[in-house]
């Protein structure tokens, strides 16, 4: 079946320091991927999305220099948490489509920890 | 923009009871899809139902795209079905999808 899988799924990290996190299309290719956190007693916002051969779009609050994403194939996408601070803390879900489908699969997250 | 809305927003029920679980929307939505996510953090993807009537389980999720709104049934409750679940739609084929602060169900032994 389809499968995403993130990691690592759970991180402390120093402030100030950085942190990547991948994300791995398991019995599918991706053409998509969206990258999303959700900061303690707040729901999940979108980051940014990634397609393959296109740009990768940032929302409003996210910007490249802070959140840089690597998608080099249909297979795998990392997304970088570059001079992480408190206010980075939370979880990060990546959410793929499936070349095929167009359905949506999504990991169960990666959880950073910022001291 | 889209706006979801969940309810109850909290819940609990003594194990072997049934749960139903409330999602509104604004927005005509393309995609909705219900997580469970565990008291440790964990997001695991239920169902994704934009319309119809869905089951997988002991889940079965009824979405009435007219009236904007889904709901989640949860019958013969267990202990581990205790955290909270989030309902996301999107309004196109993409990706933005807005989420429901969520209901945070606890079943009691």
């Known amino acids: 079946g389809a499968l995403v899988y993130q990691y690592p799924r759970r991180t402390i990290c120093k402030s100030g320091t950085s942190m990547r996190m991948e994300c791995q299309a398991v019995g599918f290719q991706a053409t998509s991927v969206a990258w999303y956190r959700q900061s303690p007693q707040k729901t999940f916002e979108l980051i940014a999305l990634?397609?393959?051969?296109?740009?990768?779009?940032?929302e409003q609050n996210f910007t490249q220099e802070k959140f840089p994403i690597s998608h080099p194939n249909l297979s795998f996408s990392s997304m970088t948490v570059l001079n992480a601070y408190l206010e980075d803390r939370g979880l990060y879900l990546c959410g793929a489509r499936g070349r095929n489908t167009g359905q949506l699969y999504f990991g169960e997250g990666s959880k950073l920890t910022v001291l | 923009g889209q706006q979801v809305q969940q309810s109850p927003a909290s819940l609990v029920l003594q194990e072997g009871e049934n749960a139903e679980l409330q999602c509104n929307f604004s927005s005509t939505a393309t995609q909705l899809q219900w997580f469970y996510q565990s008291p440790g953090g964990s997001l695991v993807s239920l169902l994704s139902?934009?319309?119809g009537t869905k089951h997988t389980g002991r889940l079965t999720s009824t979405t009435v795209t007219k009236e904007r709104r889904s709901s989640l049934h949860i019958s013969s409750s267990q202990t581990t079905d205790s955290g909270t679940y989030l309902c996301?739609?999107?309004?196109?084929?993409?990706?933005?999808?807005?989420f429901g602060t969520g209901t945070s169900l606890l079943v009691d032994p």
């Open positions: 990634s397609t393959v051969n296109s740009a990768i779009k940032y």
């Open positions: 996301a739609i999107a309004s196109n084929m993409g990706y933005k999808l807005t």
């Open positions: 139902n934009p319309s």
